[in-house]
């Protein structure tokens, strides 16, 4: 089975900007969460969606958006990009029947200039 | 709330030393699931294990054992005859039933050849 692919995988962009992040689950898989990574925060939670629905946001501000599509795909976007979202943006995707263990893609790299 | 405490944010050891990783939780629920990821420097989280709040029995794989203590709240992580691939981020994370994964900072583990 193939695992979680995320596109593109390094991405430079200038404040100001808008960006979208792609994220394609493990085949079978229908919940999909997006963590961001850096270096001061850790890894910190943004939103999960299952079944096309946001289940879950964590504490991030409205700029932050995501969506998931009817084959489980999803994009982040993030708009009016700022200096500190540069980060290491990460993507799960879980199974259902009792499995909560989440897996990761290798993440995307955004670096806002 | 759920919180994950990694004390230790960075080790040093030589190769075959062992070496424990500790973990802490905080956690209202009496349902609820614990994990270990690992990242090499490749970036991509890896999945290691998974306890479920109600399995206080310890695992063992291979080289990897892990010691759940509901009693002190710990996840511990042993890596016994550590090798120079174990050089990684090590992970400890919490999860209750809302899906959502809380990770903890994070604990930089260097095996010194």
């Known amino acids: 089975k193939a695992g979680v692919t995320q596109t593109p995988r390094y991405l430079i962009k200038t404040r100001g900007q808008q960006v979208t992040l792609s994220c394609s689950p493990i085949s079978g898989h229908r919940s999909v969460s997006w963590y961001q990574q850096t270096p001061g925060q850790g890894l910190q939670f943004l939103f999960e969606y299952f079944s096309e629905t946001q289940r879950n946001k964590g504490n991030f501000p409205g700029r932050f958006s995501g969506r998931q599509f009817s084959n489980s795909r999803s994009e982040m976007n993030v708009s009016t990009l700022e200096l500190g979202d540069s980060a290491l943006y990460l993507c799960?995707?879980?199974?259902?029947?009792?499995?909560?263990?989440?897996?990761f893609g290798p993440g995307t790299r955004l670096t806002v200039t | 709330a759920q919180k994950v405490t990694q004390a230790q944010t960075e080790i040093s050891v030589v190769e075959k030393e062992d070496v424990t990783l500790d973990c802490v939780y905080e956690?209202?629920?009496?349902?609820?699931?614990l994990f270990w990821y690992k990242q090499p420097p490749s970036g991509e989280l890896v999945f290691l294990i998974r306890r479920n709040s109600f399995d206080e029995q310890n695992e063992i794989s291979g080289r990897y054992s892990w010691n759940f203590q509901k009693s002190t709240s710990s996840f511990n992580f042993t890596i016994t005859a550590s090798q120079v691939v174990d050089s990684a981020v090590y992970f400890c994370a919490l999860s209750e039933a809302s899906d959502k994964i809380i990770f903890g900072k994070g604990t930089r583990l260097h095996i010194l050849p």
């Open positions: 799960a995707s879980r199974g259902t029947s009792g499995y909560y263990e989440q897996y």
């Open positions: 956690t209202r629920d009496t349902t609820y699931y």
